[in-house]
């Protein structure tokens, strides 16, 4: 199965970006559907944007439409997620996660998703 590792996260001023990455092992991408997730303490995992398949396109959550961008190299079986803007509301932990395409759970939610990285701190002050 696909093994996932994220990288980018740090600490940003308000209106500062950050982009995201999440590297895949083990598989392609190209076979799943793909999505960034994010969850802060005593709160649920919430989606944030994903990529179901190349016809299909991507999804976001409306608290970051305009703001983020995802995206996929597939050559590199690369997961990305640019985050433009930030505002406080974006601190969180992130996680990029794989998920069947052939399902009709939607692709914003957490139970859709298979096999999930360990997360990559964003903190915006």
């Known amino acids: 199965h696909v093994q996932l590792v994220e990288s980018g996260g740090g600490s940003v001023q308000v209106g500062g970006s950050l982009r995201l990455s999440c590297v895949a092992s083990?598989?392609?991408?190209?076979?799943?559907?793909m999505g960034w997730f994010r969850q802060i303490p005593d709160r649920e995992r919430e989606g944030v944007a994903a990529?179901?398949?190349?016809?299909?396109?991507?999804v976001y959550a409306d608290s970051v439409k305009g703001r983020f961008t995802i995206s996929q190299d597939k050559a590199n079986d690369t997961l990305n997620l640019q985050m433009n803007s930030l505002i406080p509301e974006d601190t969180a932990i992130y996680y990029c996660?794989?998920?069947?395409?052939?399902?009709?759970?939607?692709?914003?939610?957490?139970?859709?998703?298979?096999?999930w990285g360990q997360g990559t701190q964003v903190t915006v002050s």
């Open positions: 996660a794989a998920g069947s395409r052939a399902t009709i759970t939607p692709p914003m939610e957490a139970r859709r998703y298979d096999y």
């Open positions: 990529i179901v398949s190349a016809d299909a396109g991507t």
């Open positions: 083990g598989d392609t991408i190209g076979r799943y559907c």
